[in-house]
């Protein structure tokens, strides 16, 4: 009866050991996939605080370029105003020659295309600053 008992306990001994080392072999598969996994949120961290500071230059750069054309629209504005001012006061002063008016109302004229275009390339920019940070935003 006691050499049946120590086969068994030796067959039990056996079997434990076997799932011993079974689960100590998954534990170490556990392991470097956690190791793993942790590399990955490390590298992943890293990667949105970039795009979180490549986002925050695009706000500010969106900011500046909206301060921008909000200042191009003042001096169109105001070029307009003083084109209207200055047509009163061809009108009222009777400038001694058309050439003269004509001449004065191009070299305007000439400004304010070059202030449009100015305007069109501030909106362009403001209007891919934009996009861009609504890309990154996701």
């Known amino acids: ?18 799932q011993f080392t079974d689960t100590e072999a998954a ?12 590399e990955m949120v490390d590298t ?19 900011v500046n370029a909206e301060e921008q ?5 003042e001096a169109v504005a105001s070029l307009e105003k003083e084109i209207l001012q200055m047509a009163s006061s061809v009108e009222k002063k009777g400038l001694s020659s058309i050439e003269d ?8 004229t000439i ?3 070059c202030l449009r275009e100015e ?16 890309m990154f935003s996701f």
């Open 27 to 38: 534990l170490l598969i556990s392991n470097s996939r956690l190791e793993q996994a942790n």
């Open 69 to 73: 054309l909000e200042e191009k629209k």
């Open 1 to 18: 009866m006691k050499a049946a008992q120590l086969n068994e306990l030796l067959l039990q001994h056996n079997k434990l050991d076997a």
């Open 119 to 134: 305007i069109t390339s501030l909106n362009d920019k403001f209007e891919m600053a934009n996009a861009l940070a609504v």
């Open 44 to 62: 992943l961290s890293k990667k949105n605080t970039e795009l979180i500071v490549a986002l925050e230059d695009l706000y500010a750069s969106h």
């Open 101 to 108: 008016v004509e001449a004065e109302l191009s070299r305007v």
């Open 111 to 113: 400004e304010r295309n």
